[in-house]
């Protein structure tokens, strides 16, 4: 496959898309489109780009895909601008980290001729920008593909095969089923990520180790995309909130109590599951 | 400096500090103890030793410097055991990660001419056993020295300096503002961590990445050690949790509120607490 590709919203996840794509030849022609011109430039900089735009309709009048790489919060919007300029037989996909709200607003909605199946990449960083772009973010990594009850099973194909082409894995799933997992797989720590160093008295920073630093590391990411992503999937977020707040109060009168049976077994079911990620 | 060293348990840390000690020259002749003949036999191999033995008023005897790296609820009677077999003018400190109970218990309360000095440093892994030992793990690190009110400023002295010729930063601190402190640094985020690990459903394991990997990493870490950390600093803890469950209550709040305003404040502070770590 030698596609035409156009990325719309050229940062880490689209710079990274970029440069996988051309060094594995997945595409032949790559064309970045960003609202910055800054962005542009710095991703001009690390050649990743056949063209760069700021003009959507020009940067996908000639795209077998398009990969929306924007907050959730614009991807529709996003998808129906680009769409209206999209050749017929286009495909669009994202890399949205929900999924339920798109497949409801987009599926078989677009013009005539072109067509959305959402995509999930669970990879990235707590960086940003298109210099900490990775040609290898997608390798080992899963990608969920969540097609709609309109998504024509071939459209579904040619976005799977995309994306293995770029070295992932890829499983299709249904969008709520997508959300209701990724709210507790990433949504939740990023918030008890970021509760956690909320918490912190500014002096005592210089006792923080390892420990504090890698279970808050998340609460790094840009205010933007996770806001975005926290009311995109409020219900299922608020949901395994509740589980992850029960257990705190488990733990907290197991504490009381100097009860050192729960303890015990709190920290064994913790660790049991942490030991089963690998 | 060229001390004779008695590590008291073999571990990742015990092992450590051999390996440090030796490597620096910190230690003319370094004797690990340990009740595991497994474990000593594991510490031999890696040539950490000058010599392994079980029994402690042997490894002692000659020791100007004993560490205990045991369990925070086995130093109190191991510092007993070990003084009443040490020579007069040998000093004893510990890594344990709670403090106000052992200089409570110790301090100026050991046998004439024994004296403790509590330290902890902050370095470890939620790997165990000397296999995973390392002769640089204290270096660019912080090690905290809590002497009590009777602890002789030249006993502080030594401890001090002995933690500085392994690499580490030191820091002396009361131990009652350690063990505070360390409740919010180190202990609320094993709990926190545990809990979230405990809360995975095990059909979700495959959609983790990054995020959930490094947010609960520590959840690894073994059952007896952190059990008697949680229980020897119960109120620090308990306290340190009832901040942290409020500031979750504060997130649940704003998410069920669809609140943008609410979300973007508590996301920030807890974005500029992580970033100042660095």
Redesign the interface.
């Known amino acids: 496959m030698r596609l035409t590709l156009a990325v719309v919203g050229v940062g880490l996840l689209g710079g990274s898309i970029a440069l996988a794509a051309r060094q594995r030849r997945v595409a032949g022609r790559i064309v970045g489109c960003d609202r910055s011109e800054g962005v542009l430039e710095r991703a001009a900089a690390c050649q990743m780009l056949d063209m760069a735009t700021t003009d959507l309709a020009l940067a996908v009048a000639e795209a077998d895909l398009v990969v929306l790489c924007l907050p959730v919060d614009a991807i529709v919007e996003g998808a129906f601008r680009a769409a209206a300029h999209c050749r017929p037989g286009a495909l669009i996909t994202d890399v949205g980290s929900t999924k339920g709200g798109l497949v409801r607003a987009l599926d078989g909605r677009l013009p005539a001729g072109v067509a959305f199946v959402g995509s999930h990449p ?3 960083s707590e960086k940003s920008g298109p210099e900490h772009a990775r040609a290898d973010l997608f390798e080992n ?2 990608v ?1 593909v969540t097609p709609g009850a309109k998504t024509p099973p071939a459209d579904v194909a040619r976005v799977m095969t995309f994306w293995h082409a770029l070295g992932a894995s890829v ?1 299709p799933m249904p969008a709520e089923e997508h959300d209701r ?2 709210a ?3 949504h ?15 002096e ?18 840009g ?1 933007e995309m ?2 975005a992503i ?2 995109a999937n ?1 219900e299922p ?2 949901h ?6 029960a ?3 488990e ?2 009168a197991a ?2 109590a ?1 009860d ?1 049976e729960a ?2 077994r ?6 049991q ?5 690998g």
């Not at 939740?188 to 500014?202: D, E, I, T, Y």
């Not at 709190?266 to 660790?271: A, D, N, Q, T, V």
């Not at 599951?273 to 990620?277: G, N, P, V």
């Open positions: 669970l990879a990235g990594r899963l969920v499983v997992a990724l507790m797989t990433s939740l720590p990023h918030v008890v990520a970021s509760a956690l160093a909320g918490v912190l008295p500014p005592w920073q210089f006792l923080t180790a390892t420990g504090f630093r890698d279970t808050t590391r998340v609460a790094a990411g205010l996770w806001r926290f009311l409020r977020l608020l395994v909130l509740g589980r992850f707040r257990r705190l109060e733990y907290t504490l009381a100097g050192a303890l015990a709190l920290w064994l079911e913790g660790k599951s942490r030991d089963a990620l």
